[in-house]
């Protein structure tokens, strides 16, 4: 009688899991493999040679037309982009649009590999805390690793004190690690209904403290608003900003610019003298931005939200304009958003 109820509570389970791995058998090859590069002057060496600088990270295909889903803090500000399938085929790729502050970003294949599969962006608001899911990514560069868990909390915009404050959160146990960023988030159905951005450790590695932004908010942020690429990486100073002899009180130091974006069109240049201050390794010698699209640049949220927003409005043809400290002069910079392709 034992033994009846044991097979009777055995065959549920075995039923998922079979189950699971034909749902991941089927969403695998929709995962993809982001290949970053960023080419960093080493001013220290007082030569022209670069330093590149590589990185290794996820994304899922979600169109017929070669689109990826991925994190914008992984693409942001790639010199280059490669991406690589299931089978092994590599193509390289170029950012569309990418939205620091939620994380997110899209990316376009410059060309098709043969039978492309799309994964399916499934409704975020019907996932529920206790829900079964999985991730599939490149920890550590181990490509296509599949991870199993729960939606562990949500958390809506507001409701959790980080630098993704203001955008919809998933998070699971789901085991998390470098190289799953940007990956896809799947339920049991195979939908995809976030994509992963970061991790909250003490060791470096899970600790089953993981987040992912929802689709929902992905789709809203980057297929229906479609926000421009700046291309642009920094840090905002203010403690510094006597010391760089900056006229205001807040500016935004240029680390890097990636090659054909807008703020590289702009003219603006990045850092090249690599040094720690506070503990934080940085690089000097960049343009120190004091004014974007009009607006002056001030250590608040609000601010930046100003600027996102603005640059989120822009279409082909508009003008961006920068104010920028470089050697010492204030000198201003202009470009017109071109047409999308």
């Known amino acids: 009688m034992i033994f009846k109820v044991l097979i009777l509570l055995l065959i549920p389970a075995l039923s ?17 493999v982001i290949h970053i590069e960023n080419k960093k ?36 500000s790639a010199d280059s982009i490669n991406v690589e399938f299931l089978n092994g085929v590599l193509i390289p790729a170029r950012v569309l649009s990418s939205v620091s502050h939620a994380d997110v970003a899209l990316i376009q294949l410059d060309h098709l590999p043969k039978n492309l599969q799309v994964a399916p962006l499934g409704n975020s ?43 919809e959160l998933i998070q699971t146990d789901a ?36 987040f992912a932004v929802t689709s929902n908010m992905s789709k809203k942020l980057l297929l229906e ?26 500016g935004y130091l240029v680390q890097h610019v990636a090659h054909n974006s807008i703020a590289s069109q702009i003219g603006i240049q ?24 009009g607006i002056t640049i001030e250590n608040t949220t609000e601010t930046f939200k100003q600027i996102r927003t603005k640059l989120a409005s822009l279409k ?7 104010k920028v400290l470089r050697s010492g002069k204030i000198i201003t910079l202009s470009t017109n958003i071109p047409k999308k392709h």
Request: neutral net charge; without cysteine.
């Open 270 to 293: 990045g850092g090249s003298v690599p040094t720690r201050i506070y503990n934080t390794q940085i690089l000097l010698g960049g343009d120190i931005i004091i004014e974007m699209l």
């Open 16 to 32: 998922f899991a079979h189950s699971l791995h034909n749902i991941i058998k089927h969403v695998n090859p929709t995962v993809v």
């Open 175 to 210: 085991a998390i690690n470098q190289g799953n960023s940007g990956g896809p988030m799947f339920n049991d159905k195979g939908e995809v209904i976030a994509i992963v951005s970061h991790i909250i450790s003490h060791s470096g590695g899970n600790e089953g403290l993981g």
């Open 225 to 250: 608003d479609k926000p421009v690429w700046s291309g642009l990486d920094g840090i905002i100073i203010s403690k510094l900003a006597r010391v760089l002899n900056v006229p205001q009180p807040a």
């Open 41 to 76: 002057l080493n001013a220290q060496q007082n030569s022209n040679k670069n330093l590149n600088k590589k990185n290794v990270g996820s994304g899922v295909i979600i169109s017929n037309d070669g689109k990826i889903m991925t994190a914008s803090h992984l693409v942001h």
């Open 125 to 167: 608001d019907t996932a529920l805390i206790g829900d079964d899911i999985f991730v599939i990514g490149a920890p550590y560069g181990y490509s296509h690793t599949v991870s199993k868990g729960i939606i562990s909390a949500r958390y809506k915009p507001g409701e959790i004190d980080s630098e993704l404050a203001q955008t």
């Open 316 to 322: 082909p043809g508009d003008k961006v304009t920068a």
